[in-house]
């Protein structure tokens, strides 16, 4: 008993060691490959709890993080093993209208889709300029130019041009940077 307790122990602390390796990602942002290569490393983790042996385990889960990385390094250098091993984006929406076919091809209901649009903060598909399934599964879209939400720089550009300059720039951190006070400090609090 003491001894599966030990291998687990070293098993744990090998995978552990071997994965950040790996690289740092979420499992909703891995790819599918990650994801079975994460799966197996699990299941000759497991196999060694079961009594197979500590070393060949251990062996086979470096092998597959090795092959991990040589997939995602030669993923780095040619594109088209990028789009082989990884896939690529899927657009589903454009112009506001909605791509059934690739929705089919994803085999995505309309309902998940709308989930989606309403976890982005999206109340209509016509909002959507182009939007696209990511490779690692999550939604990614722009905005229509009319649906944008406004930001602090349109607020002041637009308040700007239509009030003039309607506060001044300087602050109390403008005073730091720059060592000089905009008003005259009293005598007595210098």
């Known amino acids: 008993m003491g001894n599966i307790i030990l291998n687990a122990i070293i098993l744990a602390a090998m995978g552990t060691l071997l994965l950040r390796l790996a690289g740092r990602k979420s499992l909703a942002q891995m790819t599918t490959p990650q994801v079975a290569i994460l799966l197996t490393i699990g299941a000759v983790l497991g196999s060694e709890v079961g009594g197979k042996g500590l070393l060949p385990s251990i062996i086979a889960t470096a092998t597959f993080i090795g092959f991990l990385v040589a997939m995602e390094w030669i993923s ?4 088209g093993a990028e789009t082989a091993v990884k ?7 454009s112009d506001g209208n909605l791509m059934i076919d690739n929705l089919k091809k994803l085999r995505m209901s309309v309902d998940d889709l709308e989930q989606r649009l309403r ?3 999206i109340s209509h598909f016509q ?3 182009t ?7 999550e939604f990614g879209y722009e905005w229509m130019p009319e649906a944008k939400p406004v930001t602090v720089k349109d607020l002041e550009r637009i308040l700007g041009e239509k009030l003039g300059a309607l506060t001044n720039k300087n602050n109390i951190f403008t005073e730091i940077k720059g060592d000089t006070h905009e008003q005259a400090i009293p ?4």
Request: glycine fraction near 14%.
């Open 187 to 190: 005598e007595i609090l210098q």
């Open 131 to 137: 939007g696209t399934i990511e490779r690692n599964g």
């Open 127 to 129: 909002d959507v300029k």
């Open 76 to 79: 780095l250098r040619w594109n």
């Open 87 to 93: 896939g690529k984006a899927i657009l589903i929406i």
């Open 119 to 121: 976890l982005a903060g």
